[in-house]
């Protein structure tokens, strides 16, 4: 898929995932572009199922949802909050250890840079930069499993794995699709675009889509 073609598509997409009632409009919904809500709950995110994410999300920022609240807060009190999230045991300990650093070393705010987050344990290139273009609108590309599938599927790269994909979209895209492109992609590959048995009768883009054209 060349540049023109994916443009066209994107665009399509873009209109349709307004229609579609997938979670990650809701995800975007509850954190709005809080940082640190988008920090938090990506983490959460991570082996998680969206439902659970986004429940266990609430729960937690209806006790705490800034890092002051959460340092007032045990390790065992964040568990249960966050259960049954993946290795929630674990993500419990990773946020309160941002949560500190924030407070200690940032005036409780979530840096803005991409080294900075990085630098924080529990955080990678998906998590953040996520937070940089919906929490600080940046341009910054963030690549999940749903963009990483789809961004192959349809022909625009041939990529190996989701670092690879970023950076291949970073080389290809203009910047003006960076921030969208994750909830685009996130959207139409969770009620779409799925991993097993797509729904290609009801793709929008069917026509541009190199995937439909091998099967």
């Given at each position: 898929?060349?540049?023109?073609?994916?443009?066209?598509?994107?665009?399509?997409?873009?209109?349709?995932?307004?229609?579609?009632?997938?979670?990650?409009?809701?995800?975007?919904?509850?954190?709005?572009?809080?940082?640190?809500?988008i920090?938090?709950?990506?983490?959460?995110?991570?082996?998680?199922?969206?439902?659970?994410t986004?429940?266990?999300?609430?729960?937690?920022?209806?006790?705490?949802?800034?890092?002051?609240?959460?340092?007032?807060?045990?390790?065992?009190e964040?568990?249960?909050l966050?259960?049954?999230?993946?290795?929630?045991?674990?993500?419990?300990?990773?946020?309160?250890?941002?949560?500190?650093?924030?407070?200690?070393?940032?005036?409780?705010?979530?840096?803005?840079?991409?080294?900075?987050?990085?630098?924080?344990?529990?955080?990678?290139?998906?998590?953040?930069?996520?937070?940089?273009?919906?929490?600080?609108?940046?341009?910054?590309?963030?690549?999940?499993?749903?963009?990483?599938?789809?961004?192959?599927?349809?022909?625009?790269?041939?990529?190996?794995?989701?670092?690879?994909?970023?950076?291949?979209?970073?080389?290809?895209?203009?910047?003006?699709?960076?921030?969208?492109?994750?909830?685009?992609?996130?959207?139409?590959g969770?009620?779409?675009?799925?991993?097993?048995?797509?729904?290609?009768?009801?793709?929008?883009?069917?026509?541009?889509?190199?995937?439909?054209?091998?099967s």
């Amino acid at each position: 898929m060349d540049l023109k073609t994916f443009e066209k598509a994107f665009k399509i997409l873009k209109k349709e995932s307004k229609n579609w009632n997938a979670p990650v409009v809701a995800f975007m919904g509850r954190n709005g572009n809080d940082p640190f809500k988008i920090l938090i709950s990506t983490i959460l995110s991570l082996r998680t199922k969206d439902q659970t994410t986004a429940q266990a999300s609430d729960r937690l920022f209806k006790v705490a949802d800034t890092p002051e609240k959460i340092l007032k807060l045990s390790e065992k009190e964040i568990e249960k909050l966050i259960y049954p999230v993946g290795f929630y045991r674990n993500k419990a300990k990773i946020i309160k250890e941002i949560s500190e650093i924030l407070v200690e070393k940032f005036n409780s705010k979530v840096p803005d840079d991409l080294e900075t987050l990085l630098s924080f344990k529990g955080v990678g290139r998906k998590t953040a930069n996520l937070v940089l273009s919906e929490g600080f609108g940046k341009p910054a590309i963030c690549v999940d499993v749903h963009v990483h599938r789809i961004s192959n599927r349809i022909g625009l790269v041939k990529t190996k794995n989701p670092e690879e994909t970023e950076f291949k979209l970073m080389e290809i895209l203009p910047k003006k699709y960076w921030k969208d492109i994750n909830f685009v992609f996130v959207a139409f590959g969770q009620t779409i675009c799925k991993p097993i048995k797509p729904k290609c009768k009801d793709c929008p883009i069917v026509k541009y889509c190199e995937y439909d054209k091998k099967s």
